[in-house]
T-cell receptor, first 109, second 117 residues
């Protein structure tokens, strides 16, 4: 079936640095959502992108949806220790979410 | 904001027993809820869609007779893991959308950690 691929699997970041996690699909996506899951916690919705080339920002987080709607990225600037967790992209199909593998982010002070 | 709760948060049971997990939408009605399973260091995998007043629909590879789902009201869905085995040990999470909201936001419950001995 259709899969949503996500890289990298792990990301070690020095506090203050930037990083990006990428999500790719072999087929066109109608939408892409991003979630954050803190260690031991549950996924928390961050944002949904639906338009080709869409860019949305939430403070230090920048979300992009590719022009072909086959890829998406999450870029975090000036990483803080509170950014620790796993970031998932997900494709929403009538409420059913197909998650990427996630990028586990570890922040070094 | 919308909140989804789950009970219990953690459960330890013996192999062969059954465990019931509750998922409640606290301030909205949800005709549909979703059940996911997450093994350690892995992503979330959809198990089934819980439909109020009708049968749940299961994803490929998920045994409907082992994972019984009941959605008896607009605010409650239950997942029963029957005859649990150690390989069923996992993090079970439910989610729901508030139909009154325009944004397609999924609200996840806090999850239930199941350990089968």
């Amino acid at each position: 079936g259709q899969q949503v691929m996500q890289i990298p699997q792990y990301q070690h970041v020095q506090e203050g640095e930037d990083f990006t996690t990428y999500c790719n699909s072999s087929t066109t996506l109608s939408n892409i959502q991003w979630y954050k899951q803190r260690p031991g916690g549950h996924p928390v919705f961050l944002i949904q992108l639906v338009k080709s080339g869409e860019v949305k920002k939430q403070k230090r987080l920048t979300f992009q949806f590719g022009e072909a709607k086959k890829n998406s990225s999450l870029h975090i600037t000036a990483t803080q220790t509170t950014d620790v967790g796993t970031y998932f992209c997900a494709r929403d199909s009538w409420g059913k979410l197909q998650f990427g593998a996630g990028t586990q982010v570890v922040v070094t002070p | 904001g919308a909140v989804v709760s789950q009970h219990p948060s953690r459960v330890i049971c013996k192999s062969g027993t059954s465990v019931k997990i509750e998922c409640r939408s606290l301030d909205f009605q949800a005709t549909t809820m979703f059940w996911y399973r997450q093994f350690p260091k892995q992503s979330l995998m959809l198990m089934a869609t819980s439909n109020e007043g009708s049968k749940a629909t299961y994803e490929q590879g998920v045994e409907k007779d082992k994972f019984l789902i009941n959605h008896a009201s607009l605010t409650l869905s239950t997942l029963t893991v029957t005859s649990a085995h150690p390989e069923d040990s996992s993090f079970y999470i439910c989610s729901a959308r508030d139909p009154a909201r325009l944004q397609e936001t999924q609200y996840f419950g806090p999850g239930t950690r199941l350990l089968v001995l």
